[in-house]
Nanobody, 120 residues
Framework: QVQLVESGGGLVQTGASLRLSCVASGDISGWSMGWFRQAPGKEREFVAAISWALGRTAYADSVKGRFNIARNSAKTTLYLQMDSLEPEDTAVYYC??????????????WGQGAQVTDSS
């Protein structure tokens, strides 16, 4: 069974940077991985994802050019580098993974979430 554990959330000011990490345990070979987020009072939304085989990436329009998704060489740790953070980026960020989905989802395996708050 694949499990995902996020870390790296916190309080930041507008314009700052933050990097989220997600460590996957279990056999994740062939799985696409990504990030979703949920802001207060809003539905969960897709943020970014990366495919297993070719490392193809996809981003939400709202984060394109500011966020970067990457994996370590063993493909067991997923990162989300967030630059130029804005108040609208305040949300709980979830790491996701799935073996059969398209890169934008749906994803069946979710982490517990990491809070990112723009305190400006």
């Amino acid at each position: 069974q694949v499990q995902l554990v996020e870390s790296g959330g916190g309080l930041v000011q507008t314009g700052a940077s933050l990097r989220l990490s997600c460590v996957a345990s279990g056999d994740i070979s062939g799985w696409s991985m990504g990030w979703f987020r949920q802001a207060p009072g809003k539905e969960r939304e897709f943020v970014a994802a990366i495919s297993w085989a070719l490392g193809r990436t996809a981003y939400a329009d709202s984060v394109k050019g500011r966020f970067n998704i990457a994996r370590n060489s063993a493909k067991t740790t997923l990162y989300l580098q967030m630059d130029s953070l804005e108040p609208e980026d305040t949300a709980v960020y979830y790491c996701v993974a799935d073996s059969t989905t398209g890169i934008r989802g749906p994803y069946a395996t979710w982490g517990q979430g990491a809070q990112v708050t723009d305190s400006s």
